[in-house]
């Protein structure tokens, strides 16, 4: 039944102008109005690791900001869609960028300066359950607060849209209007 449910949100969230809808109405960060969707495009999903094991990302989009310097800077969405909490989900989009980085290296896209382009890991939910799993992949790691072996580890955060906490979606936006639908507890006949 996932797999289904899963397809559709691939299909729906591959349309533009939905996607821009998503992150303009649901992500709370100020360089989103920076964002050129007119020139959005889909990156390649499959990604295989040295070892040739195959990962699957499910939405990838490369989003140039408008005119923010000589330079062309572009914002990398990884856009992964989830329906049951997974507590391991900031290891996995930390996997998911590092293939994505890998790939990138490999096809040489990288930014006029030869460096890595930024990525923003967002995770829309669409679960019956609340998400309360770790959004940082530090607090997956079994560290005290206080030790210098923090600067060693790893950091991966990734963006929560969790569809349950908007169960009236929002005036105006279509993927609010999915939420709404996605919340419904009764079915009009």
């Excluded at 109405?25 to 999903?45: A, G, H, Q, Y």
């Excluded at 699957?56 to 310097?69: A, K």
């Excluded at 507590?87 to 790939?103: D, I, K, N, P």
């Amino acid at each position: 039944m996932y797999q289904k449910h899963d397809r559709s949100y691939h299909r729906l969230f591959s349309e533009p102008k939905l996607v821009e809808d998503l992150v303009r109405n649901f992500v709370n960060e100020p360089w989103v109005s920076d964002l050129d969707f007119s020139k959005m495009e889909r990156i390649n999903t499959k990604f295989h690791s040295d070892a040739l094991e195959r990962r699957d990302g499910d939405v990838i989009l490369r989003i140039p900001f408008l005119q923010q310097s000589a330079q062309e800077i572009y914002l990398f969405l990884l856009l992964e869609f989830q329906s049951t909490p997974d507590e391991w989900m900031a290891l996995r989009f930390g996997t998911y960028v590092h293939l994505l980085y890998e790939q990138l290296v490999k096809e040489q896209r990288l930014t006029p300066d030869g460096r890595l382009p930024p990525v923003f890991p967002l995770l829309l939910y669409n679960g019956d359950k609340n998400w309360d799993k770790a959004t940082d992949l530090k607090a997956l790691i079994s560290l005290p607060p206080n030790t210098p072996l923090w600067q060693w580890q790893p950091g991966m955060r990734y963006y929560l849209i969790d569809e349950s906490r908007y169960p009236e979606g929002k005036p105006g936006s279509l993927s609010g209007l999915i939420f709404r639908l996605e919340n419904a507890q009764t079915v009009v006949v």
